[in-house]
């Protein structure tokens, strides 16, 4: 399975974007998908996270009631659609795949996840 991640971009704080990540190979293998970010001189750290039906969400703290995950599974696709944007979300945004039948438990950890795409940077000016 390869995992592409786009979308990302310079905007000012306040902005929206809409990160995209698509599903490429055994795509019908995918079962939660989630996204997470990198800034330099920090941690990997969990951003959101959906269930394969796309019925249960999760989110971080930090992006509760600005960010929205959703998935299009018959494109092989989720979507992360942020508004609010602040500086403070600067980072290198990652997508993450887990195996179809994984379920959501610890989908709030990296290690959790079997399936990494290549980072899309997103930039947010003050």
């Known amino acids: 399975v390869q995992l592409q991640a786009s979308g990302g971009g310079l905007v000012q704080a306040g902005e929206s974007l809409r990160l995209s990540c698509t599903t490429s190979?055994?795509?019908?293998?995918?079962?939660?998908m989630g996204w997470f970010r990198q800034a330099p001189g920090k941690e990997r750290e969990f951003v959101a996270a959906i269930s394969r039906s796309g019925g249960s969400t999760y989110y971080a703290d930090a992006v509760k009631g600005r960010f929205t995950i959703s998935r299009d599974n018959a494109k092989n696709t989720v979507y992360l659609q942020m508004n609010s944007l602040k500086p403070e979300d600067t980072a290198v945004y990652y997508c993450a795949g887990r195996a179809r039948y994984s379920g959501t438990s610890y989908c709030t950890e990296p290690t959790s996840y079997d399936y990494w795409g290549q980072g899309t940077q997103v930039t947010v000016s003050s």
């Open positions: 190979g055994r795509s019908f293998a995918t079962g939660t």
